[in-house]
């Protein structure tokens, strides 16, 4: 797919249509350097599947469960990424099995339609563990996760390289973090002119197994 400019994909119509689209066991995932915008991105497309804060609640209300290990949720206040209906939680020890049991508890009480895991080199091995997990690892069992709770799964990679594309957008080779993506989003920022651009790229589409 040919480049696009990060102002198009800030554009909340484009991004509603995208979020909507996300399927159940789908897992996304957003790479790039430190600062390009992953983060405000994976929040801007939770924010566009909600809708606004005045929205009347309904059952069809979505809902989206946001997990940083890195960030803590006033970053999220200071740049106006909160919004009703998207939960934050931004305990920083945090492990997958750690994410599985606070995503279910979260998902019986309040429901949840999109799950997303911010900084994924951030988990750890374990609770007790301040060995951080492969990302790859992470990413995959997150994705099973989806496939059994039937939710997408968006994660955010801080990969300097942006390394799914390499100019052509292809999807990596087993044993990368995109061998478990149904679809890669790519952030770069132009050093010359400081210009943001993203290329994506989706898997051929399979039936998720609920």
């Given at each position: 797919?040919?480049?696009?400019?990060?102002?198009?994909?800030?554009?909340?119509?484009?991004?509603?249509?995208?979020?909507?689209?996300?399927?159940?066991?789908?897992?996304?995932?957003?790479?790039?350097?430190?600062?390009?915008?992953?983060?405000?991105?994976?929040?801007?497309?939770?924010?566009?599947?909600?809708?606004?804060?005045?929205?009347?609640e309904?059952?069809?209300?979505?809902?989206?469960?946001?997990?940083?290990?890195?960030?803590?949720?006033?970053?999220?206040?200071?740049?106006?990424?909160?919004?009703?209906?998207?939960?934050?939680?931004?305990?920083?020890?945090?492990?997958?099995?750690?994410?599985?049991?606070?995503?279910?508890?979260?998902?019986?009480?309040?429901?949840?339609?999109?799950?997303i895991?911010?900084?994924?080199q951030?988990?750890?091995?374990?609770?007790?563990?301040?060995?951080?997990?492969?990302?790859?690892?992470?990413?995959?069992?997150?994705?099973?996760?989806g496939?059994?709770?039937?939710?997408?799964?968006?994660?955010?990679?801080?990969?300097?390289?942006?390394?799914?594309?390499?100019?052509?957008?292809?999807?990596?080779?087993?044993?990368?973090?995109?061998?478990?993506?149904?679809?890669?989003?790519?952030?770069?920022?132009?050093?010359?002119?400081?210009?943001?651009?993203?290329?994506?790229?989706?898997?051929?589409?399979?039936?998720?197994?609920?």
């Amino acid at each position: 797919m040919r480049d696009k400019t990060i102002g198009l994909v800030d554009d909340l119509n484009d991004l509603k249509t995208f979020a909507e689209a996300m399927k159940p066991g789908e897992l996304t995932v957003i790479s790039g350097a430190s600062g390009v915008g992953k983060t405000t991105l994976a929040l801007r497309i939770a924010q566009a599947l909600v809708g606004p804060d005045d929205a009347a609640e309904t059952e069809a209300s979505k809902r989206v469960l946001v997990f940083t290990p890195k960030h803590r949720s006033e970053f999220f206040v200071q740049k106006g990424l909160c919004r009703r209906r998207i939960y934050i939680d931004d305990y920083d020890r945090l492990d997958v099995t750690g994410i599985d049991c606070r995503t279910r508890a979260m998902r019986r009480v309040f429901g949840v339609d999109l799950l997303i895991v911010d900084s994924v080199q951030s988990l750890r091995e374990n609770s007790g563990s301040d060995t951080p997990v492969m990302a790859q690892d992470a990413a995959k069992e997150l994705r099973d996760l989806g496939i059994e709770l039937g939710i997408p799964v968006l994660v955010v990679s801080e990969r300097p390289d942006a390394p799914f594309c390499a100019g052509a957008c292809e999807l990596a080779a087993v044993g990368d973090l995109a061998s478990a993506a149904d679809v890669a989003i790519c952030l770069r920022r132009n050093a010359d002119t400081g210009k943001g651009s993203y290329c994506m790229s989706r898997k051929v589409e399979r039936p998720a197994t609920i």
